[in-house]
C-alpha cells in the first residue's frame, strides 16, 4: 500500500514476547529454524514502531534505532529487508526508523518485536500481500522469536516437518483478552548482554552435554502448556513454565564456558516470586537470555508482586503490563 503521495512506505507497531515454554537452538543457522517448538506470550505496553520508507535510486538502508546509527545492527536489518526486496522483485534501499519505549538488547527480546515491526511494515511498504503466518515466517528467518510478535495473546511457534522451513512458524493458541494475565518485569540491569542469544545457542549446540535430552523432552511440555492455555489452569502452566524456564537454563550453563546469564538480583527475585506462590498468590517467574525476571501473574496479585520485586536488592526498576495484540498498522 503506497500512502497518498505514492510513497513505498509504511509504520508498524510490534510488542515483544515472553516464552513460557523456551525456544534455544536452530537446527539450520541459515534458514533460522529451531530445534524445539515453544509457546510465549505477547505483551501488551511494551513496544516497537517502526517506519520503513523504500528510496527507488538509494543503494543502501540507513537506519536509525533509538536516533543512533549502529553498523551490525544495520547489516540484519539489510539481510531482513532483502528477504522482501527479494520477493518484490525490487533492488532499492530503505530509510529505516525504529524506537523501544524500553531498553534494547538487555533480554527484553528487543529483536523479537524489532523483527515483528520490521517485516510487517516492509510487507505494506513493497505493497507485498502477505498473509500473518508469511510474515511470520520471514520475521523468524531475521530473528527466530520474531515469529511469534506477528501474533498477539498465547502464541505457538511450531517446529514443522518441510527442509525449507516454510512451514515453522507461529499460529495464536489463544486472545489476549480471553486469558488476560499480567506480567511484572523485573529489571536488574540495563547493560547490553555479553553473549547474544544466536551465539548462546550455537554454543550450547556444540557444547552442551543436555542437547539432545532438551529435545527429546520439548514435545511433553509443549503439550502440558497448551492444554493449560486451553483450560486457563494457572497452577498447570505456572510449573510447566518455570520448569521449561529452568531446563533451558541449566541447558546453557552446562556449555562450554558456561552461559551464566543472571545476576544476583535475578536469583533473589526467583526466591521471592516462589516464596509467594507458596503463600498462595498465583505467580510464576521466566527469565530469557539476560538478567531481567519477568514474574507473570493473576490481575488480583499484579501490585503484591511488583511491590515484593521491586523491595529485592539490586533490582533498579519495575515494569508492568498486560498481554497484547500483534503487529499492525500505524500512522507514518
Ligand atoms: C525464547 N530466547 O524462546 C528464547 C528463550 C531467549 C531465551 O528466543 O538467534 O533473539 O535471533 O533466532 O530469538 C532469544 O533469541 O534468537 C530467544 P535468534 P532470538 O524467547
Not at 169 to 195: E, H
Request: charged fraction near 20%; hydrophobic fraction near 40%.
Amino acid at each position: 500500500r503506497t500512502d497518498a503521495s505514492g510513497e513505498l512506505r509504511a509504520a508498524s507497531q510490534a510488542q515483544p514476547n515472553i516464552a513460557l515454554i523456551k525456544y534455544w537452538g536452530k537446527r539450520d543457522v541459515a534458514l533460522n529454524l529451531p530445534v524445539v517448538g515453544s509457546i510465549s506470550i505477547t505483551l501488551e505496553s511494551l513496544w516497537t514502531r517502526t517506519d520503513v520508507h523504500f528510496m527507488p535510486g538509494q543503494k543502501d538502508d540507513r537506519v536509525s534505532l533509538n536516533g543512533r546509527s549502529d553498523q551490525a545492527e544495520t547489516k540484519r536489518i539489510t539481510k531482513c529487508l532483502d528477504l522482501l526486496r527479494t520477493r518484490a522483485g525490487v533492488d532499492y534501499g530503505a530509510n529505516v526508523a525504529s524506537r523501544n519505549n524500553f531498553p534494547t538488547a538487555a533480554g527484553l527480546a528487543s529483536s523479537a518485536s524489532g523483527f515483528a515491526a520490521l517485516v510487517h511494515a516492509g510487507a505494506r511498504a513493497l505493497n507485498l500481500d502477505l498473509s500473518l503466518e508469511e510474515q511470520s515466517m520471514l520475521a523468524r528467518r531475521c530473528s527466530g522469536s520474531a515469529a511469534r510478535s506477528i501474533f498477539g495473546g498465547y502464541v505457538e511457534w511450531v517446529h514443522g516437518k518441510l527442509a525449507d522451513g516454510t512451514d515453522s512458524v507461529a499460529r495464536p493458541l489463544l486472545d489476549a483478552n480471553a486469558w488476560p494475565l499480567r506480567v511484572a518485569v523485573a529489571i536488574t540491569s540495563t547493560a547490553a548482554k555479553q553473549v547474544g542469544s544466536t551465539e548462546g545457542m550455537n554454543r550450547t549446540a556444540e557444547t552442551s552435554p543436555y542437547q539432545s535430552a532438551w529435545i527429546d523432552t520439548q514435545e511433553a511440555d509443549l503439550s502440558v502448556a497448551r492444554d493449560a492455555i486451553r483450560a486457563r489452569d494457572f497452577d498447570a502452566l505456572a510449573s510447566i513454565s518455570e520448569y521449561s524456564c529452568l531446563k533451558m537454563h541449566a541447558l546453557a550453563l552446562a556449555a562450554q564456558p558456561g552461559l551464566l546469564y543472571w545476576n544476583g538480583a535475578t536469583v533473589e527475585c526467583m526466591h521471592r516470586v516462589r516464596a509467594l506462590r507458596q503463600q498462595g498468590v498465583p505467580v510464576f517467574f521466566t527469565v530469557d537470555a539476560g538478567p531481567q525476571l519477568k514474574a507473570v501473574c493473576e490481575p488480583s496479585a499484579i501490585e503484591q508482586v511488583k511491590a515484593a520485586l521491586r523491595d529485592a536488592p539490586g533490582v533498579l526498576d519495575v515494569l508492568d503490563t498486560g498481554l497484547g495484540e500483534g503487529a499492525r498498522a500505524i500512522a507514518t
